[in-house]
């Protein structure tokens, strides 16, 4: 059985904009040998469930109305129209290829037009491109079939018309079975979306970059101090979280989420990301236009006045603002990227103050963020918990990791939030109040993060070893969700994860690199 999510002619892997997906999902049914009976259920329903359509039978198709949505189904065998759906029931013979069409268009479009292409036609073309797209990376190292399969999961996470990036296709999968920390993840997260540009970069497609940066200057466009840490794929700004009391939740795991409240937080790290993003477009050749660069002073602007301030951090904890240190230390990001901006590539701007700022960050830090008697970093100014975010640090630049300060932290974060396996987890939720119930998956972008930090070390047998068992996680398409039940031997949360992905993609590079000086973000 193939599912495919056709591309119109025309689509080009070498240009995001001429990017044009259908409103249709085609299934075929092969059969290889003998004579197998299937059956075939179709019962879409719409708003979440929320609305039974009416069902009507057009032509040879039986199409599907709910308020303003409509879907129709042909297929290549007879459909019996029921209460509540369709069905069909067949037989494939060997050598036989049998398919289906469901076509989505708003209830109001009348006479709409179904393609006379055939399933295979649509498949072929689609397969095309996305190898088209493939053959794009420069990436020839180790781990070559893992690295193009998260790339391009990365890549069907974009929304073509805008360059927007969700941080994953879904809503609500729980990060432990049966709990509450279900979350909608189908919006473009500034941070998740720079993280996903940069290895993107890495891997040699630039035009994607170019995007992604119109996408940013038009959906942040106004008064620097309302930027949002997250928006939708136009740049929709309002995304209420809403809990859907009519669904059961995934194996009993309520409440049901749409919109996300995080949108109304103050998450200082998002700034650091975002100018690294911006950083890392013009070490790859991307010029920065005049009204890119002014978006970019009013970004460092903002985090020139408000860094002192607490936040909610790069995990969005619900449990009131703190002064985390990852936070500190993107802020610091950001006036390094700048500065390098001003210095390396000619823009104008106040550097000498900017400078200033980026010290006085440094300072604070080193005086607040440090803990354990003065052994290493800790999650949040004045605690003495650990945080995997704290892997972060040398691979921005900010700290070398052969710094006995960071070596320790990295140490300690491996004894107190790292499994038997090598897996980690982003802090101790039992023991951490982050205004929810205790208990989630091991984080897959933080075990990563360790991967890459252990080859930052010089610890690389150890490393690998570590992003081997990460492989092995993956399903079988070689996707990744954000976390994972060790407990339960399953992968938990929204799914496929950007991060997830992202953090594959850029361990490999650090694992394939013949010189064994590879560097952090920011070098």
Known sequence: MTDCLPFERGSRPDSPREIHTQDVIVRIVEGFSGNVRMVMDYSPRFDYGH???????????????????????????????EPGGATADFVVKEGESLGFIARYHPSHVHGIHMSTETCDELVDRTDKFWRGWADMSHYTGEYRNEVLRSLLTLKALTYSPTGGIVAAATTSLPESIGGVRNWDYRYCWLRDATFTLDVLLDHGYTSEAREWRDWLHT???????????????????????????????????????VGNAAVDQFQLDVHGEVMDSMHSARRAGIPTPPEAWELEMEIIEHVCAHWDEPDEGIWEVRSGPQHFVHSKVMAWVALDRAVHAVETYGHDGPVDRWKETQRQIKDEIMARGVGRKGTCFVRAFGAEEMDASLLVLPMVGFIDANEPIMQNTIEVIQAELMSADGLVRRYDS???????????????????????????????????????????????????????????????????????HVALATSALFLSDSSGNVKGRGH
């Open 51 to 81: 609305i039974v359509p009416w069902f009507t039978r057009q032509g040879g198709a039986i199409e599907a109305v709910g308020g303003p949505d409509a879907l129709r189904l042909a297929a290549d065998v007879p459909l019996t129209l």
């Open 219 to 257: 959906a942040v466009a106004g008064d620097p101090d309302d930027l949002q840490i997250m928006y939708g794929v136009m740049g929709e700004r309002r995304l209420v979280e809403l809990e859907l009391d009519w669904l059961a939740g995934y194996e009993g795991s309520k409440p049901v989420r």
């Open 430 to 500: 039992e023991n951490v109040p982050d205004g929810l119930p205790p208990g989630e998956g091991m984080f897959l972008l933080c075990s990563f993060w360790l991967v890459d930090c252990l080859v930052l070390l010089g610890r690389r047998a150890e490393a690998q070893e570590i992003f081997e068992r990460l492989l092995r996680l993956c399903n079988d398409v070689g996707l990744l969700a954000e976390q994972y039940d060790p407990h339960l031997g399953r992968q938990v949360g929204n799914f496929p994860q950007a991060f997830s």
